[in-house]
């Protein structure tokens, strides 16, 4: 995501999904109705050119969230791997240029000709994620990415057990998504709600997005058949200081910027749609 500086202060990130009424009683982790949605238009499409611009080299991209995801990547060369909701294809660039093999999709039409203009050998699809990755076969891909896009996606489980589907049995997810403290704070109302909202930022972008506390992200993964092996809170780099003093102080004391997280397939469960059935007794 470009930084998004809410019209009221601080910085926030894009926008999410629908909404699940939680019913009392229910386990924590389940998954309940939706009753709102973020929906699929793209509403990056007309910010494309202007969310390059700002993440290319602005503070909350380039120094903050593409360090912390290129991390938990680890060693790529020679890697196939899914960039899902690529943007304009900066981290794609940058792991081409590490040597792996990038296949990006994005359901926003110019991020994807922005994509393929950045880089070349890529190869990326207009692909919205409320739909399956039909178009990928199982175990196809040894690492996803998906930097800043999970509070878009209404159905996250269907699109996390997709990712499980198309991930190799010793690949890896790497996540990263708004901290649910920052939301909080920033939104009010009960953590815990699972909800989506919409605010304009200082860009003057409108968006939906989807707040959900932390153990939803979790029970998300869980329920897709992914074990979290782990989890940050990242800091700014310190090229972030020289963009942004007070910010990049605030984030090295506040937990209100971003979190990721390496996710592993769960090797106790098959993924869905497979045709090994999961064991006895775990879900
Ligand atoms: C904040 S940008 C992040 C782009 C890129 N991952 C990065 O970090 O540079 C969020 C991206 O998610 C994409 N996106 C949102 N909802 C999507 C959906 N349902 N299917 C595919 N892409 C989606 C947007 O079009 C946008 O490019």
Known sequence: MSHKVPARGRFRAEAAPAKYSDAPGRAAGQTDAVTDAVGSRPQYDSHAEEFLERAREGFYNAHYDRPACLGLLGEVAGRRILDAACGPG????????????????????????????????????????????????????????????????????????????????????????????????????????????????????????????????????????????RLIEPRPTGPAAAIDAERYDRLHREPTGFLAIRAIPDPRRAPAGASVPPAVGLQ
């Open 90 to 229: 900066l981290y794609a660039e940058e792991l081409c240029a590490r040597g792996a093999e990038i296949v990006g999709l994005d359901h926003s039409p110019r991020m994807i000709e922005l994509a393929r203009q950045r880089v070349p050998h890529g190869e990326f699809r207009i692909h919205d994620l409320a739909r399956p990755l039909d178009w990928l076969p199982d175990a196809s891909v040894e690492l996803i990415l998906f930097a800043l896009a999970l509070e878009y996606i209404d159905d996250r489980v269907a699109m996390l057990r997709e990712f499980r589907r198309v991930l190799r049995p010793d690949g890896a997810l790497v996540l990263s998504r708004p901290h649910p403290t920052g939301d909080w704070i920033r939104h009010g109302g009960n953590y815990f709600d699972v909800r989506v909202i919409e605010e304009t930022w200082s860009s003057g972008w409108t968006m939906r997005y989807w707040l959900a506390p932390l153990e939803r992200t979790c029970a998300e993964l869980h329920e897709a058949g992914f074990l979290i092996e």
